[in-house]
């Protein structure tokens, strides 16, 4: 898919991208889930003093970027079936500034959010390829991918997911994540959480430390970040 379906009632994987039209009630990325504390807020969001004039002026570059990002998502109702909005975020990698917008806005969260620069970042099959090979590099970091599975060579771990209509499974390489490795999983949504969970499970598998889940996207009503034991932060209000 090129981008981002919202669609009817129960679904049981991101990779599928569809929920319900929301309720009235827009949904933000800065919901935690309940009972618990929200784990989207930036370190320094809890820090006295103030911050910095590098991290102000970070946090102001953020805030531009992301009105210019939202625009340019597209929204296509009934598609690809009656009752389903499909949110396309393809327009961003079409313009190369809106591009550089994202990685930069990308960048920008981790240095801002970490003390330390993560060492991996893995990337969820498939469209959190589309940005994680260039956010790896922006910032320094090595870049590993999650499959379906069957589509990576050599020894792998594997974790199951639940999806609309059974049983899913994520690998990857076994040597992808050295043990006491920190790492962050992107990818371009979090709707029921099932996918991120499982590319969750698999870090810890490996013995890597997980830093938390980065996404563009977010389907609140369905409180996938619920499902995750690691801080997640979505870069663009979602439905």
Not at 185 to 211: H, Q, R
Not at 221 to 234: I, M
């Amino acid at each position: 898919m090129s981008g981002t379906p919202v669609e009817s009632s129960t679904l049981h994987a991101d990779s599928t991208a569809h929920s319900t039209l929301p309720p009235t009630k827009p949904s933000t990325s800065g919901h935690a889930p309940a009972g618990k504390p929200d784990p989207t807020t930036n370190v320094q969001d809890g820090a006295k003093g103030g911050l910095s004039a590098s991290a102000a002026s970070g946090s102001s570059e953020l805030a531009s970027l992301k009105v210019g990002l939202r625009s340019a998502v597209r929204q296509f109702p009934d598609f690809p079936s009656p009752g389903i909005l499909f949110e396309d975020i393809m327009p961003i990698f079409a313009d190369p500034k809106l591009h550089e917008s994202l990685i930069r806005a990308l960048e920008l969260h981790v240095r801002q959010t970490y003390e330390r620069i993560p060492d991996v970042i893995v990337g969820l099959d498939a469209r959190g390829f589309l940005f994680g090979p260039s956010l790896a590099l922006r910032v320094g970091a090595s870049f590993v991918p999650v499959r379906k599975k069957g589509k990576l060579p050599g020894p792998c771990q594997t974790e199951s997911y639940e999806k609309e209509y059974g049983q899913d499974f994520f690998q990857m390489q076994s040597d992808g994540v050295k043990p006491g490795q920190t790492v962050l999983v992107v990818d371009d949504l979090i709707a029921t959480g099932g996918s991120a969970a499982a590319a969750g499970g698999l870090v810890k598998k490996l013995g890597g430390t997980l830093l938390g889940y980065i996404f563009i996207l977010e389907l609140d009503f369905l409180k996938g970040r619920a499902k995750l034991d690691a801080p997640v932060y979505t870069l663009l209000s979602s439905q």
